[in-house]
């Protein structure tokens, strides 16, 4: 049976899409009030390379989010980066000197803690990947979707 057919998974999926839904409008905080995740997330030095340069032609005050979406990819959730300049509530953050930094909310970390974020540019792409995944059961040869251990949800 596929993992997609379940009706277990078909409910995280709901509360995944549910919470982002319904999620509380953006605020603005200052870097301080982010709680910070350097010991819990790593990034390469070639992702840091591609960051600063992706980066110093967006607008001040961007960073790169990672965001876990349900019911996509083909091994059930895929991670997607995007360039953001929003802050929310439930984030945290990796800073670097200050202003350069690396965006995830409370459910993406819970699913992504421990893993390396690095850039790779290949034949066939060039994109922010994360590596070694400690919370992934299978993931996709290509890094961009994962199928989380039993129990994380």
């Not at 999926?13 to 839904?21: A, D, E, G, S, V």
């Not at 819970?110 to 974020?117: E, H, R, T």
């Not at 922010?128 to 994962?146: H, I």
């Amino acid at each position: 049976m596929c993992i997609r057919d379940s009706a277990e998974y078909m409910g995280r999926m709901f509360l995944i899409n549910l919470r982002r839904t319904f999620a509380r409008p953006p605020k603005t905080f200052s870097l301080r009030a982010l709680h910070t995740i350097t010991d819990e997330v790593s990034l390469t030095d070639r992702c840091w390379k591609k960051l600063e340069q992706k980066l110093g032609g967006a607008r001040e005050g961007s960073f790169l989010r990672i965001i876990v979406e349900g019911g996509e990819g083909c091994s059930g959730y895929k991670y997607v980066f995007k360039i953001d300049d929003t802050i929310n509530e439930d984030d945290a953050a990796i800073i670097r000197d200050g202003k350069k930094y690396l965006v995830v909310d409370e459910l993406t970390l819970k699913l992504i803690k421990g893993s390396a974020i690095d850039y790779e540019d290949v034949m066939v792409r060039s994109a922010f990947v994360v590596q070694d995944n400690p919370n992934a059961e299978k993931s996709c040869s290509c890094k961009v979707s994962f199928a989380p251990k039993e129990g994380l949800l």
